[in-house]
């Protein structure tokens, strides 16, 4: 092992767990400090915990560390959403026309762990748990941590910091508390918040519903969703508002109040869940929000990474994958500029600032769609359009979320780009009457499609460009 830098990590989630295995393999010291208990030993997802949806860009970063077929083994795959309408009848929209792509559904904690676990196996990781960062010194590059056992406060220096302790992140706050320099920071929270119920396993341990899809049950002002877990089990989370609308979380306060609201607006789900009162309020309402910062760090000493940086709704299942890629972007960096931390940390803000801010837009963006569109028939209809051109020409039509989520080597500020500006082409296209799915399209036909896709789209990048839209 060769002599570098002493790393400290604020943070063991899944950002903090996979840099510290990244950079024990590189040779680096590295110590870890996390708040909240070995998640091995506690079980401390107590609902606040949404399932992840683990695709390409994430599995491409736990392949660079070895971890990916671990991974595999705790991974159920999704391959496309079924969507429950208040009649309890469903349709399917997969997520690719091309064969074989799928997101992946997986346990947080789980997955935590596995990344802890091969972390410790190397003699230069040391991770404590149950202890707190109060704040961060910038000047002396000294974090203080509190342990919830003893309640005694440490000061612990490191050559280099991580701040990998997500929205709420310490070292963030002592960027802006500190004013040591001009630090840009904004977090804008839905109006809506979530709440995570449960469907059980039926009596022989199986899933009572498809374990093949991503469940919606879109309703516009609101909005269930269920992944399924390996125990046979779904995971369901409700999204909906803190105080507007009929139904809201400071009005659905009594037994009554919340089963009228199930069995008018999710009736089929409500026959699955048999605590609903309980879990409802019982299970705390977590809020839901977008972080953006600048810069990510200071004096080439500190680095902010995952979400502590950028926290984005999990509207995209990308919070996971985008911090995971943060990782893998982290180390190619490393490749070009190791032993140059100013070379290294600008170079990496300069490709991951302008992708992250565009995965947090996605993701609002994903938020409407999912609650108010995909059961829209002029949704149904691009979606349908866009899985026909994936079919016929899988290596030249790829649909915004197919960039997004099952190419991950399109960075996401030009999927956002390119995706956009498809879409527009060939909404404009539905609605001039010029292509229609009302029957089945030859191959021709459907090159035909493509061209005029293509083309309008490309002149939509053009249009924007001149516009400075992009």
């Known amino acids: 092992m060769s002599t570098k830098d002493n790393i400290l990590i604020i943070g063991a989630g899944l950002c903090g767990s996979l840099l510290a295995l990244r950079l024990a393999q590189r040779g680096y010291k590295v110590t870890v400090y996390e708040s909240r208990p070995d998640l091995r030993k506690v079980d401390i997802s107590a609902g606040r915990s949404i399932n992840l949806?683990?695709?390409?860009?994430?599995?491409?970063?736990?392949?660079?560390?070895?971890?990916?077929?671990?991974a595999k083994e705790i991974c159920i795959p999704m391959y496309g959403r079924?969507?429950?309408?208040?009649?309890?009848?469903?349709?399917?929209?997969?997520?690719?026309?091309?064969?074989?792509?799928?997101?992946?559904s997986i346990s947080r904690g789980d997955l935590n762990a596995i990344l802890l676990t091969e972390a410790e196996k190397h003699e230069n990781v040391t991770?404590?748990?149950?202890?707190?960062?109060?704040?961060?010194?910038?000047e002396n590059n000294e974090a203080t941590f509190k342990c919830y056992t003893t309640q005694e406060e440490t000061k612990v220096k490191g050559d280099v910091?991580?701040?990998?302790?997500?929205?709420?992140?310490?070292?963030?706050?002592?960027?802006?508390l500190e004013r040591k320099f001009l630090f840009s920071y904004s977090q804008n929270y839905l109006t809506h918040g979530y709440k995570e119920l449960e469907i059980p396993a039926d009596a022989l341990g199986n899933h009572q519903i498809s374990k093949d899809h991503l469940h919606i049950w879109p309703r516009g002002d609101y909005m269930l969703i269920a992944l399924p877990n390996l125990d046979g089990s779904f995971t369901v989370t409700l999204f909906l508002s803190y105080d507007e609308g009929e139904y809201n979380f400071n009005n659905l306060t009594s037994e009554e109040a919340i089963t009228t609201f199930f069995q008018?607006?999710?009736?089929?789900?409500?026959?699955?869940?048999?605590?609903?009162?309980?879990?409802?309020?019982?299970?705390?309402?977590?809020?839901?929000?977008?972080?953006?910062?600048?810069?990510?760090?200071y004096q080439n000493k500190t680095l902010l990474i995952g979400d502590a940086a950028?926290?984005?709704?999990?509207?995209?299942g990308q919070g996971m994958n985008a911090s995971f890629e943060d990782v893998l972007v982290f180390d190619s960096m490393l490749d070009m500029y190791e032993g140059d931390w100013e070379k290294v940390f600008k170079a990496y803000e300069q490709n991951r600032k302008q992708n992250t801010d565009a995965i947090a837009d996605l993701a609002i963006d994903n938020y409407y769609e999912m609650r108010d569109h995909?059961?829209?028939?002029?949704?149904?209809?691009?979606?349908?359009?866009?899985?026909?051109?994936?079919?016929?020409?899988?290596?030249?039509?790829?649909?915004?979320?197919?960039m997004v989520t099952f190419n991950e080597n399109i960075p996401y500020a030009e999927a956002m780009n390119i995706g956009?500006?498809?879409?527009?082409?060939?909404?404009?296209?539905?609605?001039?009457?010029?292509?229609?799915?009302?029957?089945?399209?030859?191959?021709?036909?459907?090159?035909?499609?493509l061209k005029k896709v293509q083309e309008q789209t490309n002149e939509i990048l053009e249009e924007d460009k001149i516009a400075g839209l992009k």
């Open 82 to 104: 079924l969507i429950h309408d208040k009649e309890g009848n469903t349709f399917n929209s997969n997520y690719s026309g091309r064969e074989g792509e799928y997101i992946n």
């Open 420 to 449: 956009r500006a498809q879409d527009k082409a060939l909404l404009n296209l539905i609605a001039d009457d010029e292509v229609s799915t009302s029957l089945e399209m030859t191959t021709k036909e459907l090159e035909i499609i």
């Open 53 to 70: 949806a683990l695709s390409d860009r994430g599995f491409k970063a736990l392949r660079l560390a070895g971890v990916d077929k671990l």
């Open 264 to 297: 008018k607006e999710f009736p089929d789900a409500l026959a699955l869940i048999p605590s609903i009162k309980d879990e409802f309020v019982n299970n705390p309402t977590g809020a839901l929000g977008t972080v953006k910062c600048s810069p990510w760090s």
């Open 374 to 402: 995909v059961a829209n028939p002029l949704f149904k209809e691009k979606r349908k359009i866009e899985m026909d051109l994936e079919k016929a020409f899988p290596e030249h039509y790829f649909s915004k979320y197919s």
């Open 310 to 316: 950028h926290a984005i709704v999990p509207f995209y």
């Open 127 to 138: 991770i404590y748990f149950n202890k707190k960062c109060k704040r961060v010194s910038l």
């Open 161 to 176: 910091i991580f701040g990998a302790d997500g929205a709420g992140s310490s070292l963030r706050k002592s960027y802006y």
